[in-house]
């Protein structure tokens, strides 16, 4: 059997390389699968739990598959230019250029690709690419907490928290409830379009697809204990100010930085081992101060840069209660980071 047909190198490239970010943890994950149909080839990975898979337009083609190890296609693409002819065969894969060509071998007597998820979905949502940055911000590492490095999508609004701050995104008015790995999230955080999540069950079981153009990552949706984040998020705040975003973001050094509002203006200290800097930020409107004097906050210094970064308005609000309470930095729309305060010894 022999399948041939017609690629671009370059937009191939890049979907190999979209599939090569998945972690290689597993023998499954260290082959990538390609098909070729009719006027395009799919290519799939499969990798802890995720399912990933990319469709490129191409030139001729007929019903076929091949696997082959990631490692060494992506040699083949380094040393490859221009339009590709693909064929696909019993025995491997051969890549061929105007001045050269690769042959891989099968790796099916060696790795068996598993069988694709039949995924049934629900009605699709809308996710921009900013919102994805945004919520991800605050995805917890910790591998003695797994369940905090998945993202709850409650109803329209994606959370995330590490036990140190938490990320609150607003999507829409409405949605599905459950929670999607982070890694997931992350795999269309670059995306230049549009991305549709959809809630749905493979084989009854709860699973979750995310799109965008031409990516699809279909993956189970785990069943975990999220904490209860509402509960977390102050319903108002003693003081409430706005300032511009940047101004601070420049302010701010060392490895940690104490923020009071005094007045028309945040002074705003950054400490680290061996220096101090002290500079003020002038508010742009105060929106309530029910404190009798200045109120101060001493916070991780890359926790607040993290939290300013994912705004994506010019200003910003800055929410405080007391020196040992969350603090909160919101924009005007949807986004909200809370970071927990730094406790000082009396």
């Not at 697809?209 to 998020?233: A, E, G, H």
């Not at 923020?259 to 945040?266: A, F, K, R």
């Not at 930020?281 to 200045?294: E, F, M, Q, Y």
Request: aromatic share 6%; charged share 25%; net charge negative.
């Amino acid at each position: 059997m022999t399948k041939e047909l017609m690629i671009d190198t370059e937009e191939f490239a890049k979907e190999i390389a979209w599939l090569n970010k998945m972690p290689s943890v597993e023998p499954t994950s260290a082959v990538i699968q390609i098909t070729a149909v009719v006027g395009a080839v799919i290519v799939r990975r499969v990798s802890d739990g995720q399912y990933r898979e990319s469709t490129v337009q191409a030139v001729g083609g007929d019903q076929a598959s091949v696997t082959v190890a990631v490692s060494k296609l992506l040699d083949a693409m380094k040393v490859l230019t221009g339009t590709l002819t693909l064929t696909i065969e019993d025995d491997g894969l051969s890549l061929e250029s105007s001045d050269r060509k690769v042959t891989l071998r099968s790796a099916k007597n060696t790795v068996e690709f598993p069988a694709w998820p039949q995924f049934a979905g629900n009605e699709f949502e809308v996710l921009l690419p900013d919102s994805l940055t945004q919520v991800l911000t605050s995805v917890g590492n910790d591998d003695n907490i797994p369940t905090l490095k998945n993202i709850a999508f409650d109803g329209g609004t994606m959370v995330s928290t590490d036990r140190h701050r938490l990320s609150r995104v607003v999507y829409d008015k409405r949605g599905f409830t459950g929670h999607v790995p982070a890694t997931v999230l992350r795999a269309f955080a670059k995306a230049d379009t549009a991305v549709y999540v959809t809630a749905g069950v493979v084989d009854g079981q709860p699973w979750v697809q995310l799109r965008s153009n031409n990516r699809y990552c279909t993956s189970p949706m785990p069943d975990v204990s999220f904490p209860n984040w509402k509960k977390l998020i102050p319903e108002s705040e003693l003081v409430k100010v706005v300032f511009d975003r940047n101004q601070m973001l420049k302010a701010i050094s060392g490895d940690e930085v104490s923020l009071t509002v005094d007045g028309d203006s945040i002074i705003i200290v950054s400490e680290s081992d061996d220096m101090r800097t002290e500079q003020k930020v002038a508010l742009n409107r105060t929106i309530s101060n029910k404190s009798d004097g200045p109120v101060t906050v001493t916070i991780s210094s890359k926790y607040v840069r993290d939290s300013l970064r994912g705004l994506g308005t010019s200003q910003a609000m800055l929410g405080i209660n007391a020196p040992d309470s969350p603090v909160v930095f919101s924009d005007f729309i949807n986004t909200l980071h809370l970071v927990m305060p730094i406790r000082k010894a009396s």
